[in-house]
């Protein structure tokens, strides 16, 4: 399987919450880890019971999935009843196509700092 | 140029404040967007003036890059002064190489929701 079908999986079983399906994607090691609480989590297990646990009826819809050799990308859009909003997960695969190691970012909303109201329109 | 190169290059140009090298890699048309503000830039000049007159000793470094086709993707640190994190930006160029579409996020630092401690380690 091409990285790029492995990253599109990756969030697709998640999002179907196939528990088995999403396993069999990752390495036994694999590292998730997410800079923006600077926490860590070390393992296929527990990285499958973060997720179990992760609480909300989430759902996660592929945007734009970029890989390039053993680096995959994939920008989306996730849902939890009315709220919604983007995040961006980078993948790292071995030679065998096991995700190694994930770094999530969850880029939150946030009021445009006064000044460059002369360069930009708002949506 | 490589797809994969012109990511590299683009946020090298910008760290290094040549702007004719890094206007050179837009296509005029370029629509810059933030969803994390809703705020979008449009047009090369535009989104130069933009960029040139972002506050701050700001310094960005390249962590990864990787790129497929005509999209790219580039995760960055960012500093300034004593105060630094990640940003991850998406490129997307046209089959001349120029930059058509920027989707930059810029994630904040938080404090983990409880209940996962049992899970995760702490950087």
């Given at each position: 399987m091409s990285t790029h079908d492995v990253v599109r999986d990756y969030v697709e079983r998640l999002e179907a919450r196939d528990w088995p399906a999403f396993a069999a994607l990752l390495d036994p090691?694999?590292?998730?880890e997410m800079p923006q609480t600077r926490e860590r989590v070390r393992g296929r297990e527990r990285y499958l019971q973060f997720n179990q646990e992760y609480p909300?009826?989430?759902?996660?819809?592929?945007l734009r999935v970029v890989a390039e050799d053993l680096?995959?990308?994939?920008?989306?859009?996730?849902?939890?009843?009315?709220?919604a909003g983007d995040a961006v997960v980078l993948l790292t695969v071995d030679d065998d196509g096991l995700v190694t190691e994930v770094v999530d970012f969850w880029p939150e909303s946030y009021e445009p700092p006064p000044g460059r109201d002369h360069l930009v329109e708002r949506w």
């Amino acid at each position: 399987m091409s990285t790029h079908d492995v990253v599109r999986d990756y969030v697709e079983r998640l999002e179907a919450r196939d528990w088995p399906a999403f396993a069999a994607l990752l390495d036994p090691d694999v590292v998730y880890e997410m800079p923006q609480t600077r926490e860590r989590v070390r393992g296929r297990e527990r990285y499958l019971q973060f997720n179990q646990e992760y609480p909300g009826e989430w759902h996660l819809e592929v945007l734009r999935v970029v890989a390039e050799d053993l680096h995959g990308v994939c920008w989306l859009r996730w849902r939890v009843g009315e709220e919604a909003g983007d995040a961006v997960v980078l993948l790292t695969v071995d030679d065998d196509g096991l995700v190694t190691e994930v770094v999530d970012f969850w880029p939150e909303s946030y009021e445009p700092p006064p000044g460059r109201d002369h360069l930009v329109e708002r949506w």
